[in-house]
């Protein structure tokens, strides 16, 4: 067998990780911000039917920024995971940290095992119960797990998403104004015409099932107010 | 893809990658429909009794008894048979409770995960079928004198109309046209909705008129649980239409029931 060039771990992890995050930035962030009622989650799409947000079980949803293919497969995993553990023991035993952690376990593996890395960021967002704060959950290509309050952003400019919109946040605004403050946001830091949106919140109510996509007219609403004024 | 280690997430799909039961077969957790050939004894398992369907003007409504028995004894009084299985539709169960209870649990989480992985909702007959090849997968315990019998019902989007489906022992699935019973009561409920039924009935008709045959049922079958006011037990009822599931609430039941016991005297 050809021993090959001898590349140092330091050499192998930052070609890698510069590899990752080149991918990551092509594709368009996303944020999330609490409410007043919950989570909203926000992400420039110009389709409809390729998601970004996604339901993952009654309290827990998922976004992802990348390459579509790649965070699709974690996607699915995911509900898989939260799916088999509600079955087998109860609803509430499926939580967002247990499935952070199984996403960062994998996203470290293939980082340092396959040979090439994915590239895609996650956020996973559970709704408090009782009284509880909700979880925001970030995943990077690596493996990385953080964990935010009140304003998370991912993807290539997720810090620049994040710092606009921290400055501006306060905590309990109305959906209606948390999504034409993501909007503009959004605006300003993109700078170019966007080309539609895909939004869905976690949203206290009576429902077992939380999650709910804003549709069509909620957004074109929000949309023509924010990019207006 | 190639094998990761054991830790973290598993990847791969088993085929066709939405359904959820075939994901609990491929990880060996899938709850086993057989007992021990031939026991020594014969089986007792508490049983629940009666359950109906029914289509009216704006869609379907289900309800049910809240007895399960036992022999000749009340196993439980309270037991609920009536579930809404995802937003558009809902499932009732008569036959042995243990295990249609755990039949409903697969089936709901069953639609849930095709929903949440394929981004849509099975069609309503879709539903039916998967249910219906539940119902099958118990054949062998149905032998046994274990049998479990649904009843589901739901809104139809495509076709714009509530269904109401029943099912036999052996997976056989049936779409009524108007309504449908099963259980120990299902003969005494349908014989009541046989003169009672019209078609394009009020949601207000309808609550009624089921109620009226639940109280039937009760009435002549020792097994099924008819509204108990002193008790405060009233039966369940789901209805369903465009704007989706919604249980009939308490105090609304109450009024129902005391008003069908009045006048079945």
């Known amino acids: 067998m050809n021993p090959g060039f001898y590349v ?71 509900i898989r995971q939260a799916d088999v553990m509600g079955y087998l023991y109860s609803r509430d035993d499926v939580t967002a940290l247990g499935l952070a952690t199984a996403f960062s376990q994998t ?51 997720a810090d620049i998403l994040g710092e606009g919109l921290r400055e501006r946040f306060r905590d309990g605004l109305e959906l209606d104004a948390a999504l034409r403050l993501g909007m503009k946001v959004f605006a300003e830091t993109e700078r170019r015409p966007l080309d539609g949106w895909e939004a869905a919140v976690l949203e206290r109510g009576p429902a077992r099932r939380c999650f709910r996509r804003l549709a069509g007219p909620e957004l074109e609403r929000a949309s023509a107010q924010a990019l207006s004024s | ?148 019998v649904p009843l ?17 022992v052996v997976g056989g699935r049936y779409e009524e046209h108007d309504y449908g019973a099963a259980g120990s009561g299902a003969v005494q409920a349908r014989a009541y909705l046989r003169t009672a039924w019209r078609p394009q009935m009020s949601e207000d008709q309808i609550i009624e008129r089921v109620m009226g045959a639940l109280v039937a049922a009760a009435d002549v079958d020792v097994a099924t649980g008819g509204p108990d006011l002193r008790r405060g037990i009233l039966p369940n009822l789901v209805v369903i239409d465009r704007g989706g599931v919604r249980e009939i609430s308490d105090d609304r039941l109450t009024e129902v029931a005391t008003t069908s016991m009045r006048e079945g005297r």
């Open chain 1, 8 to 78: 140092t771990p330091e050499q192998l992890v930052r070609d890698r990780a510069e590899f990752a995050r080149k991918g990551i930035a092509r594709g368009r962030s996303i944020l999330a911000m609490e409410y007043e009622k919950g989570v909203l989650m926000l992400a420039e799409n110009p389709g409809g039917s390729l998601h970004k947000i996604s339901e993952v079980y009654d309290r827990i949803a998922f976004a992802g920024v990348g390459r579509y293919n790649e965070f699709e497969t974690l996607r699915k995993a995911g």
């Open chain 2, 152 to 168: 589901f019902a739901g809104y139809d989007r495509r076709a714009d109309l509530g269904r109401v489906y029943t099912f036999d």
């Open chain 1, 107 to 157: 996203l470290g593996v293939i980082f340092s095992h396959e040979t090439k890395p994915f590239e895609v960021e996650l956020l996973i967002c559970e709704l408090g119960e009782n009284g509880q704060p909700n979880q925001m959950l970030q995943i990077s290509y690596d493996g990385t797990l953080l964990e935010g309050r009140g304003v998370v952003a991912i993807g290539g400019k």
């Open chain 2, 1 to 148: 893809m190639t094998e990761l280690p054991q830790w973290g997430l598993s990847l791969g799909a088993p085929t066709p990658g939405a359904s959820f039961s075939d994901l609990l077969e491929s990880l060996g957790l899938a709850p086993e429909w057989k007992v021990p050939a031939s026991p020594t004894r014969e089986l007792h398992a508490p049983e629940g009794t009666t359950v109906l369907a029914s289509r009216y003007r704006d869609g379907v409504i289900i309800g049910g008894d809240r007895q399960a028995t036992e022999g000749h004894l009340i196993a439980h009084r309270r037991i609920r048979k009536v579930y809404p299985s995802d937003r558009m539709s809902a499932v009732a169960v008569a036959g042995t409770a243990g295990l249609a209870l755990e039949m409903v649990r697969l089936f709901s989480v069953e639609l849930e995960h095709y929903e949440k992985i394929e981004g849509s909702m099975l069609s309503l007959e879709g539903k039916a079928n998967f249910l219906a090849r539940l119902v099958r997968a118990q054949l062998p315990l149905a032998f046994q004198g274990l049998a479990v």
